[in-house]
């Protein structure tokens, strides 16, 4: 069998804090992450420009670099235009694994406490989200911010703009999500803001849990991915402060590529 990396695809920081995750919980895979950088933002563009973007970028993971599996590190993208980016990968890449990240979010929540969720615009539009969120929650409001990820992006001021959403969250709601790859990189922000909410749910904590447990439930399907803890980072856009990050967050001994495909 021919063995393949595990892709990450995201528009920058975001899925850069994931793949930090999963290089400390699952660091003997082999990982290929591509930060879009040149259209960051996601979250408020048209399902139709992200499915674009989408499968330009999985046309690069999946057949240049033959990538076994893809994990979408992006809520926009995976609330949006997951099923139609199955059906995509299923017709060009049949058999390559396509991870989406609502369904192992939505199912860790807790049923019975009122819940505030922090996403983008495009995720609190989202039906997919909508949908697993009414079977799943009780009770919940979502809060879109707008500006944050372009904020972590570009060095921004997180703190007040975070700030600036205090009053939208009651003091009795105790528990809160993040549901943008990027926020949790400001997480200690959230915390600090909102000091009533004592319960999280960070994505980059999840996930890794939910791909080693996927791996234990399918060990035919984890035999796909080739293991010599190999790690290369590609950028579609030069962006220092995504540099810094990276070299940061994996010790420096990194190179990162920029790319056109």
Known sequence: MNKGSMGIFDSGLGGLWMLKHLKDKLGNYDY??????????????????????????????YGVKKCKGVILACNTISSTIYDRLRNWKDNKYFGCILFGIVRPTVESLDKDL???IF?????????????FLSENVK??????????????????????????FRDSVGVNIKKGALLCTHYG?????????????????????????YLSDYFIEFKDREAFFSKESRLY???????????KFANEWFSGDISIETIIY
């Open 119 to 131: 996403a983008t615009p495009r995720t609190c539009q989202s039906e997919v989200y909508e949908k």
């Open 233 to 243: 980072i590609l950028t579609t856009k030069e962006n220092k402060i995504f540099d």
């Open 185 to 209: 990189i400001v997480r200690n922000d959230f915390e600090s803001i909102f000091p009533n909410i004592s319960d999280w749910v960070y994505q980059e904590d999840l996930i890794p849990k």
């Open 139 to 164: 009770n919940y409001i979502k809060i879109p911010l707008p500006k944050l990820a372009y904020l972590i992006e570009n060095g921004g001021d997180t703190y007040s703009y975070i700030k600036s």
């Open 114 to 116: 009122p819940m505030v």
């Open 32 to 61: 290929i992450f591509l930060g879009d950088q040149k259209n960051a933002p996601f979250g408020e563009k048209t399902p139709d420009e992200l499915f674009q973007i989408a499968t330009e970028a999985l046309d690069y993971l």
